[in-house]
């Protein structure tokens, strides 16, 4: 596998129920991000993780909770989610922070849905 | 605040030129960056400007003018491939590091 990777693509859940979006980069990059793609809305910064260290929690809810647990993993667990919730989770990684010019690599997002 | 303003929708005829206009205010610049997104995939990078002027790269090419907070993407010989949504994003300094705002996108149709 190239690039970054997200697992489930699709995912439908209730309310009371707790799961986790995986992802995966396998371009030996430094930083990782986690973010909110909502029906016109703007793509939203959730998490940013540099070397597995959080850098930055962009005031989202305590039921959305990230772990990073080596640089090339990235996970988002979930629990208690509302129907607004209900949105393309987006993960992205980039060989460094953006402090310095470096792309964002976007994988393909997980559609998640909370009834 | 922070605000980036694009058109929602725009469409063009195959082999034509287009603009794709972007605004913003923000706390701070520190480039800006354009992606494109077909549905139901992942963004994909297509320019990075940071100092004002004219960025080609093949078919597209990128504008910025810092002093009036405005870019656009200019894609030329329009194929029916490039319908899609593009994202205009501004890299402004965040609380730990630098983090990218993204305006609203523009989706493209690309008509025969």
């Known amino acids: 596998e190239t690039g970054v990777t997200q697992t489930p693509r699709h995912l439908v859940m209730g309310m009371t129920n707790k799961k986790s979006l995986k992802c995966e980069q396998h371009?030996?990059?430094?930083?990782m991000y986690w973010y909110k793609q909502s029906a016109k809305k703007p793509l939203e910064l959730m998490f940013v993780?540099?070397?597995?260290?959080?850098?930055e929690n962009n005031s989202v809810p305590s039921r959305f909770s990230p772990e990073c647990p080596n640089s090339s993993h990235l996970f988002l667990h979930l629990h208690t989610l509302q129907p607004e919730d209900s949105a393309l989770y987006l993960c992205?990684?980039?060989?460094?922070?953006?402090?310095?010019?470096?792309?964002?690599?976007f994988g393909p997002g997980t559609r998640l849905t909370v009834t | 605040g922070q605000n980036i303003d694009q058109p929602t929708e725009m469409t063009a005829t195959e082999g034509a030129i287009v603009q794709i206009n972007c605004t913003y205010q923000?706390?701070?610049?520190?480039?800006l960056f354009w992606y494109q997104q077909h549905a139901g995939e992942a963004p994909t990078f297509l320019s990075y400007?940071?100092?004002?002027g004219l960025e080609e790269k093949g078919r597209f090419s990128s504008f910025l003018s810092r002093s009036k907070g405005y870019s656009y993407l200019l894609l030329k010989e329009l194929q029916m491939k490039d319908s899609a949504s593009y994202l205009c994003?501004?890299?402004?300094?965040?609380?730990?590091?630098?983090?990218?705002?993204f305006g609203t996108g523009t989706r493209l149709q690309v008509f025969p």
């Open positions: 992205a990684s980039s060989q460094d922070l953006v402090g310095r010019f470096d792309e964002q690599y």
């Open positions: 371009l030996g990059h430094n930083a």
């Open positions: 993780y540099s070397l597995e260290e959080r850098v």
């Open positions: 923000t706390s701070g610049f520190n480039g």
């Open positions: 400007n940071v100092l004002d």
């Open positions: 994003a501004v890299r402004a300094p965040g609380e730990g590091t630098d983090k990218l705002i």
